[in-house]
């Protein structure tokens, strides 16, 4: 089965603090993309990665980063973290890069909390 | 550009009763459409995806959902609740932008009373 993990579950952070999300999968996946969840809003693109090194904006890119170093680990950053960030962030992975009916398998994600 | 209506944020059955989660696309480019549910406290896991094969597409624990290109819709059913069955369902469609992107809609909260 694949497995995509994410760092934590939980976390609360203060206003202006540097937050690193880290999310790992274990089946070789080109495609990495993390989303942000809000009720009513449904799950939100952004930033995705179709390769090492490689990542592309999604919807909603401003205030965030990432990294993808190696190819199972894909990270968020959000530089100075702002309570508007307070939000579910999901994690998710899928096979191949370009591959349009390909399934994408989720973390289980991590409610931020920022005061 | 491509669009995911879900109409309705909360339905509510009986057990027993016909589930009937309805979600209509709006897609520039032949659709794939995808259904996806999230149980409490845990991430998406795919139910089923249209991928133009078949029109009746059958998914995990018993669900269902049909293609109607005339409608523009891909509506989710199931014959008969389950308790099991509470969870939040998102309808998504491929972006055209390639690289498996989804763009999903906003959420449906199924709630299965006795």
């Known amino acids: 089965d694949v497995k995509v993990t994410q760092s934590s579950r939980y976390l609360v952070k203060r206003t202006g603090e540097k937050v690193f999300l880290e999310c790992v999968q274990d089946m070789d996946h080109e495609n990495m993309f993390w989303y942000r969840q809000d009720p009513g809003l449904g799950l939100r693109l952004i930033y995705f990665?179709?390769?090492?090194?490689?990542?592309e904006k999604g919807d909603i890119p401003e205030g965030y980063s990432v990294s993808r170093e190696k190819k199972e680990r894909f990270s968020l950053i959000l530089e100075s973290a702002s309570t508007n960030q307070t939000s579910m962030y999901l994690c998710?992975?899928?096979?191949?890069?370009?591959?349009?009916?390909?399934?994408?398998?989720f973390g289980p994600g991590t409610r931020l909390t920022v005061l | 550009a491509q669009s995911v209506t879900q109409l309705g944020s909360h339905v509510s059955v009986s057990e027993g009763a016909l589930v009937l989660l309805r979600c209509n696309y709006s897609?520039?480019?032949?659709?794939?459409l995808f259904w996806y549910v999230q149980y409490p406290n845990q991430g998406l896991q795919l139910l089923l995806k249209y991928t133009s094969a078949a029109t009746l597409v059958k998914g995990i624990n018993g669900f269902e959902a049909e293609f109607k290109k005339s409608e523009t819709s891909f509506h989710l059913t199931k014959p008969s609740a389950h308790m099991s069955d509470a969870a939040e369902y998102f309808c998504?469609?491929?972006?055209?932008?390639?690289?498996?992107?989804?763009?999903f809609g906003a959420g449906t909260r199924l709630a299965v009373h006795p």
């Open positions: 990665s179709y390769d090492v090194k490689m990542k």
């Open positions: 897609s520039s480019v032949p659709p794939y």
């Open positions: 998504a469609v491929s972006s055209s932008g390639g690289y498996n992107k989804l763009i």
């Open positions: 998710a992975s899928s096979l191949i890069a370009g591959g349009v009916t390909d399934t994408q398998y």
